[in-house]
């Protein structure tokens, strides 16, 4: 099996480009790293991160990439006219070095629809908080935790979905569900959505590299 080759573009602490790193090889690793056959490696490694890409030189996300032997690049937004040449730069970066599938993973900006058109139905993001509810321009971190415990609901959760030209509103690849307590905050909430968050993201990259995921309209199906 080809190994997928994954960018995340980051631009914080990446708590969930840790997550992609670590789950990135079966547990097997350790025997196999022994055996330099590259082959049966590709058989065994479903996607691999192979760039790390932020637009914030002060994020934590670029030393984990850096400790896991990861080619790290700062891309400044503020460097360039307008977002479509951000956008432009981007791509060029990441053909250049045959990137199949990008991974927002804390990515504060919006990118331009030129980007999403590039890697159409390749790149995802993953949200904290049950889509399509608690989404759209605005709705981001503790944004997101406020506006569920405002609203009362009992559930909240996170989501991988792949990105299209709207904003949080591409098919939905999974979900992972958690409950809302009496007495929660936005932190509290936080940190419960996080931890599912860093299993969500592994769970759904694998699925994409696998070539088990069929989009049809606004929908992202798992083949069996
Ligand atoms: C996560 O909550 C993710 O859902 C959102 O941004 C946050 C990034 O956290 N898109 P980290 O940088 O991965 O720790």
Known sequence: ??????AVLVSGGGSN?????????????LQIAKCSNESLWGKLQNYKISLVIS???EAYALERAGKAGIETLILTDKKYKNRLEYAKALVKELKKRNIDAVCLAGFMLILHPYFVRNFKNRVL?????????????GMY???VHEAVLKSGVKESGCTVH??????DTGPIILQKKVRVRKGDTPDTLA???LKYEHIAYPQALKLFASG??????????IEK
């Open 55 to 57: 637009n914030n030189p």
């Open 17 to 29: 480009l840790q997550a992609l790193i670590d789950n990135q090889r079966p547990k097997v690793k």
């Open 141 to 143: 971190g503790h944004h």
């Open 212 to 221: 088990k995921l069929k989009i049809k309209g606004k929908k992202a199906k």
């Open 191 to 193: 940190k419960r959505v």
């Open 125 to 137: 993001n993953i949200h904290p908080a049950l889509l399509p509810r608690f989404g759209g321009e």
């Open 162 to 167: 792949f990105v299209d030209e709207g904003c």
């Open 1 to 6: 099996m080809k190994v997928t080759r994954v």
